[in-house]
Structure formats: structure tokens, C-alpha cells
T-cell receptor, first 109, second 114 residues
Framework: GQNIDQPTEMTATEGAIVQINCTYQ??????LFWYQQHAGEAPTFLSY??LDGLEEKGRFSSFLSRSKGYSYLLLKELQMKDSASYLC??????????WGAGTKLIIKP | IAGITQAPTSQILAAGRRMTLRCTQD?????MYWYRQDLGLGLRLIHY???????GKGEVPDGYSVSRANTDDFPLTLASAVPSQTSVYFC?????????????FGPGTRLTVL
């Protein structure tokens, strides 16, 4: 079956760095998305990786290892507004997104 | 303002009633999607449409139907609502379907079926 695993909740301190991991098992693979979702709001796009390696976009970076079925989202210089859920989603062979349950990130002052 | 709108924002519905959730986008995207989001679970695809006039079933289509008469609108209908359909429903769109395009989400409809 198809499966996405990510931690349910993480806590970090304002100004610090946090890494949110995601492992995936899908039938076929056409890339890995990360979305941010604030409570009560819609998911918004953060990043897309299809090749191995690190993609950096400001304070956020995303890494992919296709051979390990593994990705992580790295958030630097954490701000209180980064408190949100982070959703990992893999694109399968039919180009349908398979979503993880999300990681709730709590930022403490 | 460009984007996706959904209506209603929230709704409480008696079991057995028929309900249509509306979704409209003004980005001229070809593909549209309906998801439900439940606590502790990832977003699950209900139905999708890669282009006007075509629709397809997602992971959890039972009890739901859709139509895509034009590019902009993609309504989701619950023919006879049941309590297990209590959820937050998100509509999304992307430039193309069947490729690795970013999906953009509407604000969601919170539906409670009693």
C-alpha cells in the first residue's frame, strides 16, 4: 500500500533550527511536495523536489533521497509565525498526491 | 482577487439531506480536486477533474459526486449525507492534471452531519 510517515508534533524555540522528516512508500514516484497549513486555514505550497539533493528557498530548505524514500524540511531562524502544520505529500505513478497526516510544529519564545 | 473560493464556509446538516459544496477558481486552471481532511489523517482525494467535461474518482469517492461543466466551477454533491462525512472539505486546482503541478487550495468548508 501507499504510505507517508511524519512525526505528529514537534516543539522548537524561536530563532532555532528544526528538521521535519518524512518517509514515503508509493507505487511509482514523481516528486515530493511540502505544504504549510496554519490552523483553520488552507494548505499553501512550500517546496517541490523530484531530484536527489537539497533545495534552498530563503529560511526553508527541502531535501530528497529517492533511494531511501526520505525527505526533510529544514526551517531556520524560526519565527512565531512558523507555528503551523507541515504536510508532506508524494506524487505517485498516477500523478495523484498521497498525503501524510502532517507535523504540528509548536514554536516557543 | 485571483484564487479559489468555496461556499459555504461551514454548514450543519441533518443526516439524509442532500448538500452541494461549491468551488470556483479564476486562475483558468485545467485541473481541479476535492479533498477531505480529518483529524489524524492526511488529506484524502475524493474526486478530481483534469479538464472541463471529465472527472475521475480518487481514494474515497463513495457517497460523493462531482461535475465539471466549465473550467471555473467544480461542485461536490453529497446525495444523502451521513455522519461519517463530517469533515473539512478543500477544493484545489492546478494548471494541469497528470503532471507534477503545484496545487492551490481554497479556504475550505467545514461540514457537520448530525
Amino acid at each position: 500500500g501507499q504510505n507517508i510517515d511524519q512525526p505528529t508534533e514537534m516543539t522548537a524555540t524561536e530563532g532555532a533550527i528544526v528538521q521535519i522528516n518524512c518517509t514515503y512508500q508509493t507505487s511509482g514516484f514523481n516528486g515530493l511536495f511540502w505544504y504549510q497549513q496554519h490552523a483553520g486555514e488552507a494548505p499553501t505550497f512550500l517546496s517541490y523536489n523530484v531530484l536527489d539533493g537539497l533545495e534552498e528557498k530563503g529560511r526553508f530548505s527541502s531535501f530528497l533521497s529517492r533511494s531511501k524514500g526520505y525527505s526533510y524540511l529544514l526551517l531556520k531562524e524560526l519565527q512565531m509565525k512558523d507555528s503551523a502544520s507541515y504536510l508532506c505529500a508524494a506524487l505517485d505513478s498516477n500523478y495523484q498526491l498521497i498525503w501524510g497526516a502532517g507535523t504540528k510544529l509548536i514554536i516557543k519564545p | 482577487i485571483a484564487g479559489i473560493t468555496q461556499a459555504p464556509t461551514s454548514q450543519i446538516l441533518a443526516a439524509g439531506r442532500r448538500m452541494t459544496l461549491r468551488c470556483t477558481q479564476d486562475m483558468r486552471h485545467n485541473a481541479m480536486y476535492w479533498y477531505r481532511q480529518d483529524l489524524g489523517l492526511g488529506l484524502r482525494l475524493i474526486h478530481y477533474s483534469n479538464t472541463a467535461g471529465t472527472t475521475g474518482k480518487g481514494e474515497v469517492p463513495d457517497g460523493y459526486s462531482v461535475s465539471r461543466a466549465n473550467t471555473d466551477d467544480f461542485p461536490l454533491t453529497l446525495a444523502s449525507a451521513v455522519p461519517s462525512q463530517t469533515s473539512v472539505y478543500f477544493c484545489a486546482s492546478s494548471d494541469s492534471g497528470g503532471v507534477a503541478d503545484t496545487q492551490y487550495f481554497g479556504p475550505g468548508t467545514r461540514l457537520t452531519v448530525l
